[in-house]
């Protein structure tokens, strides 16, 4: 993480794309390693919130590899010192075509939605938000917060014809955990399925794509075999400390890319980590992300925002102290599709 400055100066963004001047990012259905690789993808800073605002990495989508599975964004933010300042305040914003998920290592985060969802989520559970056809909500810290916020922010894209559905929130306080016992490791080991399944063990969360997410903690001098699916492909984000990826030594900032092909992953970690694995089917349609939107074509993202500039289609988010964040303003040429890398 750089970029940071003293407590109390700026205020938390996150679990939104708050960039005034949003990149196009096309992907999907093309593009996938069908092989085992190990691409070391540099992430982007991005300030969030304006020029005071909080700067994460962003790794999806990235210059070569705009998709991990249906998985089309992730930010990783902090660990950042929120004890003086307002911390997180993310006004109300829409979102199409896509779940976000929340997932913290440090803090709390206070979810409030256009359903009338009111959640607060901590570190070890898991907000899962459904956009759909179309939804809106504000993210922030709590008056009562714990001085550290760290953690990720990912999007799924959703597929035909889920993404046209009714939009839906869901809280999830209690998650599989798997430990040294249950998979092959050296040294103290714990798994938290997040989405998806490892190792034969579920987490409860819905997808519209078949999508693993899991937090890996290793102690020092832990090691460890992950079973993986071959039909998928994967990646891998250092969250603290150092973690080698099938001989790949990771550190906080960029992916690994490991393509498909895989039937498991070595890892090990000298003075330990926590990781990030993410993974899923190879996503089979071709996707514009703009703002806070998913869609399919140019026409689709202009709907998008002009609705929610016209207060239609995403409702309302009520006990929101401030104004919705307004749309920026559309490029000058027409979004098109590229396909998953460049």
Do not use: K
Not at 319 to 329: K, N, S, T
């Amino acid at each position: 993480m750089t970029g940071r400055v003293p407590a109390g100066r700026r205020t938390v963004s996150t679990v939104s794309n708050t960039e005034t001047q949003p990149r196009e990012a096309v992907c999907g259905a093309t593009g996938v390693a069908v092989e085992p690789v190990r691409e070391l993808l540099p992430g982007r800073e991005v300030v969030l919130g304006g020029p005071r605002g909080m700067a994460v990495t962003r790794t999806l989508p990235n210059r070569t590899r705009r998709m991990v599975g249906g998985w089309c964004f992730l930010d990783h933010f902090g660990p950042e010192d929120v004890a003086g300042g307002p911390g997180m305040r993310v006004a109300p914003h829409p979102h199409t075509g896509l779940q976000t998920v929340t997932w913290l290592v440090d803090g709390e985060v206070l979810h409030r939605d256009s359903l009338g969802s009111r959640q607060l989520v901590r570190p070890g559970q898991l907000n899962v938000m459904t956009a759909g056809h179309g939804i809106a909500h504000s993210e922030e810290s709590p008056p009562d917060r714990s001085p550290v916020l760290h953690g990720v922010q990912l999007w799924a894209a959703m597929p035909d014809p889920a993404r046209h559905g009714p939009s839906s929130f869901a809280h999830h306080p209690d998650l599989p955990v798997l430990t040294d016992g249950d998979v092959r490791a050296e040294g103290e080991v714990r798994v938290t399925v997040m989405v998806g399944e490892v190792a034969g063990v579920a987490s409860p969360a819905r997808t519209f794509t078949p999508l693993v997410g899991a937090e890996l903690q290793l102690a020092p001098g832990a090691a460890a075999r992950l079973p993986l699916r071959p039909d998928f492909e994967y990646a891998v984000l250092a969250l603290s400390g150092r973690v080698e990826v099938e001989g790949v030594a990771v550190d906080p900032g960029p992916l690994l890319y490991l393509g498909s092909h895989r039937h498991d992953l070595a890892l090990r970690a000298a003075v330990g980590a926590r990781a990030l694995l993410l993974g899923g089917e190879p996503f089979g349609e071709q996707i514009v992300m703009w703002w806070n939107f998913v869609g399919r074509n140019h026409d689709e993202i202009v709907r998008s925002r002009e609705d929610w500039t016209a207060g239609r289609r995403f409702g309302t988010v009520h006990g929101y102290d401030g104004p919705p964040l307004p749309a920026p303003p559309l490029p000058a040429t027409r979004l098109r599709p590229r396909g998953r890398e460049r």
